[in-house]
């Protein structure tokens, strides 16, 4: 699943089991979204990959001797393998991670460290299973590896322990590769997605809500570094409760950004809100809103470089979010509109925000929007949006909005 990532019960289970063994390596295994690609785009991705876990690494504060790249694989050899693997498990481009013993690739030297493994992690009267993968040219099979690792456990306990292949207490898994062999127990699921950085950037709206901040960290999960924009309410900039949670929340994304969202843009929504209920029928204001919001990101990303505005609609929720009016709003933007939560029940965005951190910060914002109608319209209709905004000066607003625009630096 796509919480997965966020599970504790994973990382518990492997620490138990092998906190205090000589572990030398984390295993980095790639998302699907990877497997998928051609050899020439897998390269480049995985290119992506090695530098992130770098830059990871780095600021948590981790230290390694060296990051081997293979194909289908990266290992990262540290003296912190049990750590750096939990952390690594946010790194975006990643299926999952193990903490892991390198060891020679001849059978001898797998089972005893395998034997190793079993007296660390194993009591007596459990169960346990030996798996095996192997790349290269070897004198044994995968087979013999399982049934002689095996054979030596049983021996090794006196057979108080016993074999169990469908659901056993203990899984110790062997990764033979070439001229080496890993040895681990468990995989820690990871966030999946796309390497940070191999897609196109992204303005990303956010908003006090819980929606906006998941939606800006899909765009992150599928490679596209985002430039947060937030639409105040008033017509000054000044530091509130709301504010600082919208602070909080961009801070917590840029963590997963790896540090490379650099500022956060804010532009106060009367700019183009107080013309509209001077001038508009009510029950547009906000279709009309959002449409001025598409209008002022696009030429926000235009600056920046950003290729496209990513929002949190989800179908339905808000009057401005029916499938109708999402038609007309995203008429007015310059560049396409990307909505990653539009098919998900709130449910899955509450579990999605609070994995990844950005619920309870949300949660702090309670004020609703003080220009919301009492009956705003469901549908709203191209004619009467035309109506409307040809009695406003449209460019004028966009190009005032822009030049109100704070930013707030985040490094």
């Known amino acids: 699943m796509l919480i997965d990532f966020a599970d504790p019960q994973p990382w518990n289970v492997v620490r138990k089991r ?11 295994r790639y998302s699907s979204e990877i497997g998928v690609k051609s050899r020439r785009t897998r390269i480049v991705y995985e290119r992506h990959l090695v530098r992130n876990a770098r830059r990871l690494l780095r600021r948590e504060g981790l230290s390694y001797r060296e990051i081997q790249w293979v194909f289908g694989r990266i290992y990262i050899k540290t003296q912190q393998a049990l750590e750096a693997a939990q952390q690594l498990r946010r790194l975006f481009g990643l299926s999952s991670t193990s903490p892991a013993q ?22 007596e009267g459990e169960s346990f299973a030996i798996r095996c993968t192997r790349t290269g040219d070897h004198s044994f099979t995968s087979i013999d590896v399982q049934r002689e690792a095996g054979r030596s456990v049983l021996d090794v ?11 056993p207490d203990v899984e110790i898994e062997v990764e033979v590769r070439e001229k080496r062999a890993f040895v681990f127990i468990g995989r820690l699921p990871a966030a999946g997605g796309n390497p940070l950085g191999v897609a196109a950037p992204l303005v990303a709206l956010v908003s006090g809500g819980i929606d906006s901040p998941v939606a800006a960290w899909l765009a992150l999960r599928k490679g596209s570094r985002i430039y947060p924009l937030y639409f105040f309410v008033g017509s000054h ?13 961009v801070r917590v994304l840029n963590e997963w950004a790896l540090g490379e969202i650099r500022q956060l843009f804010l532009i106060p929504r009367d700019a183009f809100l107080k013309p509209i209920l001077n001038k508009a029928p009510r029950p547009l204001t906000c279709v009309l809103c959002k449409r001025f919001m598409y209008r002022i990101a696009s030429e926000l990303a235009n600056r920046l470089g ?9 179908a339905g929720e808000q009057a401005s ?4 009016n999402l038609a007309i709003t995203t008429a007015a933007a310059l560049l396409p509109i990307h909505r990653p939560l539009l098919g998900l029940d709130k449910s899955e965005v509450v579990a999605l925000a609070r994995a990844i951190g950005t619920l309870e910060i949300s949660e702090r914002v309670t004020a609703p929007c003080p220009a919301t109608p009492p009956r705003p319209t469901t549908r709203a209709q191209e004619e009467s949006i035309e109506q409307a905004e040809n009695a406003l000066p449209i460019a004028s607003i966009v190009s005032k909005a822009l030049d109100r625009m704070v930013r707030i630096r985040l490094t």
Do not use: C, M, Y
Request: glycine residues 4%.
């Open 18 to 28: 092998v906190e205090g063994l000589p572990l030398d390596t984390v295993i980095l």
């Open 321 to 324: 979010q029916t499938i109708w």
């Open 157 to 167: 306990f006196k057979r108080k322990v016993h074999v169990d292949l469908e659901e």
């Open 237 to 249: 900039w000044r530091k509130d409760s709301t504010v600082d949670a919208i602070v909080d929340v």
């Open 306 to 314: 950003a290729q496209g505005i990513v929002t949190g609609d989800i």
């Open 102 to 123: 390198e060891t020679e690739s001849n059978l001898d030297a797998i089972v005893d460290t395998v034997v190793d493994f079993a007296k660390h992690a194993l009591r």
